[in-house]
């Protein structure tokens, strides 16, 4: 990796952990200089605008998202195993800055028209479209029922896992990662194939 590349590799980084914290508003080319000790010519030269360094820090989470969560997750066996797999790595990345920024950034850009909104509804939707495509694999398997709906499933574990992430996070209620858990078997359960 050249000096540049690894440069840039750090300050999306520190950028990703200050967004987690202060949300992609509270993150410009000045403060994030000041921070990194960086000239804030230097800085701008990297990602020329605001706007780019907020997409530049949404492309390096998404990237560390899928790493951590993601990608592991899709080595585990097709169907259930891989859903598990899916759910257990989400859970352990609660405290995991890239997790904590599409939270944040979703709902500070929610109702702000642009290109940073729509690349978090892009994020969100191809996350949705991963889930709904391991349930598939589920019922393919004969593990899920036929009439199970892939993309409601996915809405629903997303909702678990946002509240979950509240409970946890601004809650700090101890009892987040068992009602969590209980609230995805409760999910694998409702979709699992009806006896006659």
Request: charged share 25%; net charge negative.
């Amino acid at each position: 990796m050249s000096k540049g590349a690894a440069t840039r590799q750090a300050v999306l980084a520190e950028a990703t952990e200050v967004a987690s914290r202060l949300g992609l508003g509270g993150l410009t080319i000045g403060s994030l200089a000041a921070r990194l000790d960086m000239s804030k010519s230097g800085l701008f030269a990297h990602f020329r605008s605001k706007e780019a360094l907020h997409l530049q820090v949404l492309a390096y989470a998404r990237d560390a998202f899928s790493a951590e969560v993601v990608r592991p997750a899709l080595r585990a066996p097709r169907g259930e195993a891989r859903l598990r797999a899916l759910f257990e790595n989400w859970v352990g990345s609660f405290d995991f800055a890239a997790g904590c920024l599409f939270v944040s950034a979703s709902t500070e850009f929610d109702d702000q028209p642009g290109a940073v909104r729509d690349q978090l509804v892009a994020d969100h939707k191809d996350l949705a479209d991963v889930i709904a495509q391991i349930f598939r694999t589920g019922i393919a398997e004969g593990e899920f029922d036929e009439a199970a709906d892939p993309e409601r499933f996915a809405h629903d574990l997303h909702s678990v896992m946002l509240g979950a992430f509240h409970a946890r996070r601004l809650l700090n209620d101890p009892r987040t990662e068992t009602w969590t858990r209980q609230a995805f078997e409760a999910l694998l359960d409702a979709a699992r194939p009806k006896s006659d």
